[in-house]
């Protein structure tokens, strides 16, 4: 978690962790390294999204750590929400169908469970829709760079956690420095930060704690608006237990480093949201294909 929330009293930190269970991050158990669900037009996942985490302490330059990191992150953040986009796709061309194929069930009753779905029908559907859905690039490096220490922090470089992701199964992940007596969550570890990105998105797309970001991005869809990191932020006031100081904290980092960049080039990056186009996004040769050139 940030610095500050490791600062506060410890009878405070219990208060919170009582009162409040999952406030922080929900637990990630079972999403860590779990393969992509199956669907035919989903490609493999690239080798190059696997890499681990650069030694980002040996930028002396605190400009070039930072720009080191963005390049580093983004694409893998792309991809991500790419291969949400084709999931999103097929998911709306099975809402259009009379019926549905044994397969095509089966691929829509396990997103159901992954994203924690219980209604049916024509509801089904429109539930599926508002979490199956991408994450803008802004908010995601805005909440990286604070959660990781930009990517120096001992979860990160030890446990390729870049998001402060909590699991409560024993020898799930790291136990935190000071962990109160009778806790029992640990901060989560993946085989790379590829798979902290997917899963910090899942737990926005999923978490009734994140309820309100998906509200606020469902409203960017349906006004044609670009989905906005700094909107999207609004609905946080559950990451941490600082609240609207951590949202503010989290707007400041996406206006200072100008993060809204990020997400004009995805925009840009998705003028041509075609299946072809989300299935070649998604199966990138390499992570610098996804980089945008004037960044």
Known sequence: MTAVSRALPLFVFLGVFVLAGALY????????????????TLPPLPKWAKA???????YRDVNK??????????????????????????LQ???????????????????SERLR???GGKARFAALKKKLDVIPPSLVLAQAANESAWGQSRFATRGNNLFGQWC??????????????????????????????????????????YREVRNLRAADRRNNRRISGIR??????????????????????????????????????????????????????TGAELLPEQL
């Not at 991050?25 to 035919?40: F, Q």
């Not at 061309?93 to 997103?111: F, H």
């Not at 799930?172 to 899963?199: I, M, W």
Request: charged residues 25%.
């Open 168 to 209: 409560f199964t024993q020898g799930c992940g790291l136990v935190p420095k000071g962990r109160p007596e009778g806790a029992n969550h640990e901060v989560a570890t993946f085989s790379s930060p590829y798979f902290s990105v997917r899963s910090y998105i899942q737990n926005l797309n999923r978490h009734n704690a």
């Open 52 to 58: 681990p985490l650069p030694d980002f302490s040996r």
């Open 117 to 119: 779905v219980t209604a």
């Open 65 to 90: 750590r930072k720009a080191a990191f963005f390049s580093y992150l983004y694409p893998r953040i792309v991809l991500a929400n790419s291969r949400i986009l084709v999931e999103r796709h097929y």
């Open 232 to 285: 999207l932020a609004g609905g946080l006031m559950s990451y941490s237990e600082r609240g609207e100081d951590y949202i503010e904290e989290i707007r400041s980092m996406i206006r200072f480093n100008q993060l809204q960049d990020y997400d004009r080039a995805f925009a840009d990056l998705l003028e041509d949201r075609s299946p072809a186009r989300l299935t070649l996004l998604a199966a990138a040769e």
């Open 25 to 40: 991050s929900p637990p990630v158990s079972d999403s860590g390294d779990e393969a992509d669900i199956s669907l035919a």
């Open 93 to 111: 061309s099975l809402a259009g169908k009379e019926t549905l194929t044994e397969a095509e069930q089966t691929w829509l009753e396990s997103q």
